[in-house]
C-alpha cells in the first residue's frame, strides 16, 4: 500500500510569491491534515480536510489555504511568501471515524524555502 | 487547551545504553497520547500511542512508553539503543488535531 505522497519535496520561491502543495493520502484514507514544521516553532497544525470541507483550522493567517478534492487528495496554498514561511509542510492522512485515536500517517514533507 | 512538554532537548546515548525521553501532558480528561519519530528528513513515524487501559504500552522498534496520571507523564523508553535509533523524537496529546512537544533530539555514539 503506498504511503502519503507529497509533491514538491523541494521547492525554492521568492518573497510575495505563491506557492502550491499537493497531497495524496493513503488509498482509502479521507481525511487529510497539514502542518508546519520550523526551528523556532517547531510543528504546528495548519487544517484538516474531511471528504471536500475544513473540519478544523490552525492558528495561521489567511494567505494560508487548502482544499480537498472529491478522490481525498489535498492541496495547500500560501500566497505573498514572507521569509518566516520557509519551512517543512507534513501532510498526515487518517482513517475515516478515528478523530482522536486515530494514527496520523505522514508524508515526507515537502521543503519550502523563501528567499 | 492541551499540550505536552518535553523537558531534553538533546539527548546523546552511548549504543546498547538504555533510552528515556521524557514527556509531560497537560490535559483534563485522559488524554491520547503519542509518540513519533522523525528521522533526518523524513515523515513522522508513529512509535505508539496510549488511549486507556494498560499503562504501559509496547510500541515498534523495540520501544516502549508508560503512562503515569499522578506525574502527568509518558515517557518513552528503549532499553538497548541502536545507532540507527538517532533521529528526533516528538510526543503529541490529540484532541481534535495533534500537539506535538518541541521534539528530544537523539545522538548515539559508537
Redesign the interface.
Known amino acids: 500500500k503506498a504511503g502519503v505522497t507529497q509533491t514538491p519535496r523541494y521547492l525554492i520561491k521568492t518573497r510575495g510569491q505563491q506557492v502550491t502543495l499537493s497531497c495524496s493520502p493513503i488509498s482509502g484514507h479521507r481525511s487529510v491534515s497539514w502542518y508546519q514544521q520550523t526551528p523556532g516553532q517547531g510543528l504546528q497544525f495548519l487544517f484538516e480536510y474531511f471528504s471536500e470541507t475544513q473540519r478544523n483550522k490552525g492558528n495561521f493567517p489567511g494567505r494560508f489555504s487548502g482544499r480537498q478534492f472529491s478522490n481525498s487528495r489535498s492541496e495547500m496554498n500560501v500566497s505573498t511568501l514572507e521569509l518566516g514561511d520557509s519551512a517543512l509542510y507534513l501532510c498526515a492522512s487518517r482513517l475515516p471515524g478515528q478523530a482522536n485515536t486515530g494514527e496520523l500517517f505522514f508524508g515526507e514533507g515537502s521543503r519550502l524555502t523563501v528567499l | 487547551a492541551q499540550s505536552v512538554t518535553q523537558p531534553d532537548i538533546h539527548i546523546t546515548v552511548s549504543e546498547g545504553a538504555s533510552l528515556e525521553l521524557r514527556c509531560n501532558y497537560s490535559y483534563g480528561a485522559t488524554p491520547?497520547l503519542?509518540w513519533?519519530v522523525q528521522s533526518p528528513?523524513?515523515?513522522?513515524?508513529?512509535l505508539l500511542?496510549y488511549?486507556s487501559g494498560d499503562t504501559l504500552v509496547q510500541g515498534i522498534k523495540g520501544f516502549e512508553a508508560e503512562f503515569k496520571r499522578s506525574q502527568s507523564s509518558f515517557n518513552l523508553r528503549k532499553p538497548s539503543v541502536h545507532w540507527s535509533d538517532a533521529a528526533e523524537y516528538?510526543c503529541a496529546v490529540?484532541?481534535?488535531?495533534?500537539?506535538?512537544?518541541?521534539?528530544t533530539t537523539v545522538t548515539v555514539r559508537a
Do not use: I, R, V
Open positions: 491520547y503519542f513519533y528528513g523524513q515523515g513522522l513515524q508513529l500511542k488511549f516528538f490529540n484532541d481534535y488535531k495533534l500537539s506535538f512537544g518541541a521534539g
